[in-house]
């Protein structure tokens, strides 16, 4: 059975003011800890459009995760921004379920509610993943 991952695209700050990327990023937490039974991973892509992440800004970004407080969700690192550019990434957050074979089954540019999110997850879960589709293009 083909166990998702969450990958979220958003903007990590270095510190534990309240934002759009940080309140995805506990949806995302969440939606993974209900699931946690199931396998489901997640992970988190800082993107800032147009910019390369320096090498010394990584250990901002990493402190930026251990702020943030996240335990089921890990952090990977693209300072290039291409697995951004090859999703067509323009917003933040953007979130897609993807398949184990990398196929992305579900897409959603800007905030989305833990209870969509949820939706999706389960219904792929059960029925192993919706049609493909992309939601609030901006």
């Not at 934002?19 to 949806?27: E, G, I, K, T």
Request: glycine share 6%.
């Amino acid at each position: 059975r083909e166990t998702p991952t969450i990958l979220a695209f958003v903007q990590m700050q270095p510190d534990t003011q309240p934002s759009q990327s940080r309140r995805q990023a506990l949806v995302l937490e969440s939606v993974i800890h209900q699931h946690s039974d199931q396998g489901i991973r997640g992970a988190l892509m800082d993107y800032e459009p147009g910019i390369r992440i320096r090498q010394e800004e990584i250990r901002s970004l990493r402190n930026a995760f251990y702020d943030w407080s996240l335990e089921d969700v890990s952090f990977i690192l693209d300072p290039d921004n291409k697995t951004a550019k090859q999703l067509n990434v323009n917003a933040v957050p953007t979130i897609f379920l993807v398949s184990v074979p990398g196929c992305a089954v579900w897409a959603h540019a800007g905030p989305v509610p833990a209870y969509e999110l949820e939706v999706e997850v389960s219904r792929f879960l059960r029925h192993g993943g919706p049609a493909v589709r992309r939601e609030n293009q901006p």
